[in-house]
């Protein structure tokens, strides 16, 4: 039925994943067993995508893992703009990236690490997921209050402009980051990239899975 309605094959995730997701949607629809679930799924094409956004696990957070990110910071994005010569441009992909969190970050911080210098280095962010409502929220670059609350006071007032409940992404750094509805397993891999970030999205896929993206990656 998710196959059939969205085009996407859930064969490949993890079965305990898959699951769980499963019985939360029969706890949820008050219903009996997996049998009752099927036929309830046949009956209301809603639930399929209520199945199916349960199944796309979308948990991120602006700065998510602090110390990767430090390390980004103070390692290895040093060293990748470095290596750039005048005119090129750093390119960086960003699969399975949600609502965007992560993607904003990493552009935090190469405004952050260039600020100072002379000849900046341009910069492109491509973004990924699965999830179009996940993708149309990234495009948009706006969030709650809660969501930007691993942001200091510093980046907020650089990178978002803000009312009393919700904070928008600024101009520079939206431009810089393209997002697009992409399918890891099925669809073609980004060519020519300096980086890619991949953060909790390979625990939810099996084996011979996980063994295709990182080959794609490579």
């Not at 609502?99 to 910069?123: D, N, R, V």
């Amino acid at each position: 039925l998710l196959l059939k309605k969205k085009d996407v094959d859930f064969s490949h995730y993890k079965m305990s994943t898959i699951k769980r997701r499963i019985e939360r949607r029969i706890s949820d629809s008050k219903l009996k067993d997996i049998h009752a679930y099927s036929a309830f799924l046949k009956k209301k094409s809603g639930e399929v995508d209520l199945l199916y956004d349960d199944l796309l696990i979308g948990v991120t957070s602006f700065f998510r893992d602090h110390e990767p990110f430090i390390y980004l910071k103070n390692k290895l994005l040093p060293r990748l703009l470095k290596n750039k010569k005048k005119g090129e441009v750093l390119r960086i992909w960003v699969p399975g990236c949600s609502t965007g969190e992560e993607a904003y970050s990493l552009a935090m911080l190469l405004y952050e690490l260039q600020e100072t210098k002379k000849e900046k280095i341009p910069f492109q962010i491509f973004a990924t997921d699965l999830n179009e409502k996940a993708i149309i929220k990234a495009r948009n670059g706006e969030y709650s209050v809660h969501e930007v609350s691993n942001i200091s006071r510093k980046r907020l007032q650089r990178f978002f402009t803000g009312s009393h409940d919700k904070y928008r992404i600024n101009q520079n750094l939206r431009e810089a980051c393209v997002f697009s509805v992409h399918n890891l397993l099925r669809d073609p891999a980004f060519a020519r990239m300096d980086l890619i970030t991949c953060c909790n999205l390979l625990i939810y896929l099996d084996s011979s899975a996980q063994k295709k993206v990182i080959s794609l990656f490579h």
